[in-house]
């Protein structure tokens, strides 16, 4: 086994690579660009050597400065993960020009799956079904049109080169077929420099079912099968294994095709083989073609190692360092079923707009395995992926892995940037893809479903209600010492989004509240010493720089807004809190010569039947109290003075 290596990556995958490393006593060096210098895995890494500029090609794409990084750490190895370099023949060989090793196939291999066409000519001599279509040399409009019409409508054109959906149209009609022509080659042209195209029979009831396979340069066998059908434009979106409906001939057939594919090449490491399905009759072995092969971890490895209970990336670094493949065939078993959902900071309202962001909160579940590359408080900048994270589930059963999935996305917590986790919780209830029923058309037919507020969601201002009670819950249990429960009325403003949302609190009793936003009331009852909202016990709070409510992958972040909040309004910094409004003390809550913070509540007035807390407008220690509770004051009345600031103090 490798002594040390080096992680050419970065976010979740690198993190992930790390994990594993340490569990084998591998030592890590992470490189990073200027922007992420303090990302989590740097931090994670025993070692890290910045390496250029933010975007990917001042830094994740510099392979001589990676290269360089290596050789001057002392790294035996370099793990790409995916994306970047990954899938890179020249950078291979360079790694291997410098002594050092390359965790993944052979630069040969790569370049034989890297463009779609050669990779299908390749397939079909080895003896593995590949999609109808033309995949030869000639890229001349007018011939790639009559090749269209023998093939048959509709037809999908995908650039040779293309990656991540990038570079396909579907075409279902000759006279849209110019067109399309057209924009395929422009985009392959763009994106990866190359605007050749092929063209494919468009498959009915398209499946995505993809097959993981491992080889050891030698020997290949296959960890079953993994489906990716739910996408959004040829994006994958959440993946499951075992496939729904997979039967044991269908397995075998797809497996030995995947194997077959892999020993074609003489594969070496994780590889991922992309059938595309028909599905219109059930799983078929005669109704499989090939599409593509991923030379590389792939990113929804986890479901594989969920139903396997066998560490992908364990298995790179052993293969990589010599050893044999860890297990034969039969060794190798399946067991529950497993999902992923990708997280993404995006903005689904505006057509899956990427966002960027500070999370000012990120928190997942226990019983869900979360794989990320960033926590709370860190940045989703616009220089790379916005994926947030996959949420991985396992169950014995399809239905008891998914209503885990659904679980867990409800009770993930992300605030500071819009996400996805909304409509991946829609997405997770439903109702076909529970039955198993989906095909890569599902979300964009159901997108207007997918994307509505879900009838069970808490309306806005039961989130509001939520917050209100949150911000109100200090003061209501400081006074339940002091009240003798005649009801109490507190009268709050919070701010969500720019408008303001006025609430009204009443307390009724030591555990019984009521929470009044316009014409809605919301009964709240205090069980544990925390409040709730009664009948939505699955919303969860948590303030920081904010006032975040989480209900079922909704987000809605409040900001207290209180006229009478000293703290937010004028007197900042001033030493004085003074009587807003005639009225009544009902409780002071600190005594001379404590230090408070600022926000810290110092005294209760009730005042027009409210209750009015008053906030210290900076932290300090207070120097002199001029009530007691029970005392009638006047307006502009002195109540709390604090000690006056030392000079020179910033
Ligand atoms: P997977 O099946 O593993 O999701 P994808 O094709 O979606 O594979 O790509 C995985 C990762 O690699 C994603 O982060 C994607 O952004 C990146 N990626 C894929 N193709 C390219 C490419 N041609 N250029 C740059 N990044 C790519
Ligand atoms: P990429 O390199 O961008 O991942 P793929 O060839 O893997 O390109 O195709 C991406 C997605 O497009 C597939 O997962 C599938 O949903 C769809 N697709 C590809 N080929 C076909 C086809 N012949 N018929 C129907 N859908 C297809
Ligand atoms: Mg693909």
Redesign the pocket.
């Given at each position: 086994m490798f002594r040390k290596i080096l992680i050419a990556n970065r976010g979740e995958i690198a993190c992930r690579i790390i994990a594993t490393a340490r569990k084998l006593g591998v030592s890590t060096v992470a490189v990073h660009s200027d922007v992420d210098a303090r990302a989590l895995h740097v931090t994670m890494a025993d070692e890290a050597v910045a390496i250029g500029g933010a975007a990917p090609k001042d830094s994740y794409l510099k392979g001589d400065a990676i290269i360089a990084a290596a050789l001057q750490t002392g790294a035996e190895a370099i793990h790409p993960g995916y994306g970047f370099l990954s899938e890179n023949p020249d950078f291979v060989e360079a790694v291997e020009r410098a002594g050092l090793n390359f965790i993944g196939p052979s630069a040969k291999a790569i370049r034989a799956m890297g463009l779609?066409d050669a990779a299908k000519a390749l397939m079909q001599e080895a003896g593995v079904p590949i999609?109808p279509?033309y995949h030869g040399d000639n890229q001349d409009a007018m011939f790639l049109a009559g090749e269209a019409d023998a093939i048959g409508y509709p037809v999908?054109i995908?650039a040779v080169a293309?990656?991540?959906?990038?570079?396909?149209r579907?075409v279902d009609a000759a006279a849209d077929f110019a067109d399309a022509l057209r924009a395929s080659k422009a985009e392959g042209a763009h994106a990866f420099g190359n605007d050749a195209v092929l063209i494919?029979?468009?498959?009915a009831s398209?499946r995505?079912i993809e097959v993981q396979v491992f080889g050891d340069g030698r020997d290949a066998v296959h960890l079953f099968e993994r489906d990716?059908?739910l996408?959004r434009r040829?994006?994958?979106v959440i993946e499951e294994a075992p496939a729904p409906g997979m039967t044991p001939e269908m397995r075998a057939a797809m497996g030995s095709a995947a194997v077959k594919a892999a020993k074609a090449i003489g594969y070496s490491g994780a590889g991922t083989v992309?059938f595309?399905v028909d599905g219109s009759q059930g799983l078929r072995t005669d109704r499989f073609?090939f599409?593509?092969m991923?030379t590389r971890l792939q990113v929804e490895h986890p479901v594989t190692e969920a139903v396997t209970g066998l560490d992908l990336v364990e298995w790179q670094l052993r293969v990589a360092s010599g050893e044999p493949l860890p297990l034969t065939q039969d060794q190798i078993q399946l067991s529950g079923h497993a999902f992923e959902a990708r997280l993404y900071a995006e903005d689904v309202a505006a057509g899956f707009l990427p966002a960027t962001g500070r999370l000012a909160h990120l928190a997942f579940p226990g019983d869900c395995r979360a794989d990320t590359g960033v926590s709370g408080g860190d940045v989703i900048s616009p220089w790379y992926d916005p994926m947030i994270a996959k949420i991985i589930t396992h169950g014995p059963t399809r239905d008891i892995a998914l209503s885990r999935l659904n679980r867990a996305l409800e009770e993930t917590q992300v605030a500071g940037t819009v996400t996805n986790l909304a409509f991946l919780t829609a997405l997770s209830r439903h109702r076909g893809f529970v039955r198993g029923e989906a095909d890569?058309g599902l979300i964009e037919r159901d997108l207007a479903l997918l994307t509505a507020k879900a009838q069970d969601d808490p309306a806005d201002e039961a989130m509001a209600a939520a917050a209100v009670l949150h911000a109100a819950a200090l003061p209501l249990d400081v006074l339940a010492g002091f009240t003798l429960w005649a009801p109490l009325t507190r009268r709050m403003t919070l701010e969500v989004g720019g408008d303001l949302i006025e609430a009204e609190l009443t307390l009724s009793g030591p555990d019984h509240a009521l929470v009044r936003i316009r014409d809605r009331e919301w009964q709240a009852v205090r069980q544990g010493g925390r409040w709730h909202l009664a009948g939505l016990s699955r919303m969860q709070i948590v303030e920081d720089d904010g006032i975040h409510v989480f209900a079922s992958g909704l987000t809605t972040s409040f900001r207290r807004h209180d006229p009478l909040d000293r703290s937010a309004s004028a007197g900042l910094g001033s030493d004085m809190t003074l009587a807003p409004m005639p009225g009544l003390v009902r409780a002071v809550l600190v005594s001379a010569g404590q230090d408070v913070e600022m926000g810290q509540p110092l005294c209760v007035l009730e005042a027009m039947k409210m209750e009015h807390t008053l906030k210290a407008a900076r932290a300090g220690r207070v120097a002199e109290i001029f009530i007691q509770g029970g005392l009638q004051i006047a307006a502009g009345d002195p109540l709390v003075l604090l000690e006056a600031e030392e000079a020179g103090h910033g």
């Open positions: 779609k999609v279509g999908l995908k293309g990656g991540g959906g990038k570079g396909m579907r494919e029979k468009y498959v398209p995505h990716c059908s996408q040829h994006q994958k992309e595309i073609w599409m593509e991923n890569t």
